[in-house]
């Protein structure tokens, strides 16, 4: 059983992720760092936000974010917010994608590689 725990430091580290993936999809939109950089990123902020209460190894909880963020990825193969029949809720459309990209799963394998290097 995990031992359930506050660290800071993945605190601020998620908060300050948090800030710049919200100013580049708000500022950015170029064709390498808001599609790159962004999915990238988004695998740091998974991680280092479980980090803050689980105090588990860096591996296994990198790997399962990995798992995670290509699980989401594939299920845009399938057009999951369509079968869902969320196309006009546009939170959900961000939170869940709506176009599979293989270059994604390759920005994903990135930041899990980060993630391996964070303690």
């Not at 190894?57 to 990825?73: G, M, N, P, Q, R």
């Not at 193969?77 to 369509?82: E, G």
């Not at 961000?94 to 993630?115: E, T």
């Amino acid at each position: 059983m995990q031992r359930l725990s506050f660290r800071y430091q993945f605190f601020l580290l998620f908060i300050s992720i948090f800030i710049i993936e919200v100013l580049i999809a708000k500022y950015l939109h170029d064709p390498f760092i808001r599609p790159f950089v962004g999915d990238v990123l988004v695998v740091i902020l998974i991680y280092s936000f479980f980090s803050i209460f689980l105090n588990c190894s860096t591996s296994k909880l990198a790997f399962a974010v990995l798992i995670f963020a290509c699980s989401i990825e594939i299920l845009q193969w399938f057009h999951l917010v369509k079968l869902l029949h969320l196309e006009n809720n546009k939170i959900m459309k961000i939170a869940l994608g709506s176009v599979f990209d293989i270059k994604d799963i390759l920005a994903y394998f990135a930041g899990y590689l980060i993630c391996l290097r964070i303690k």
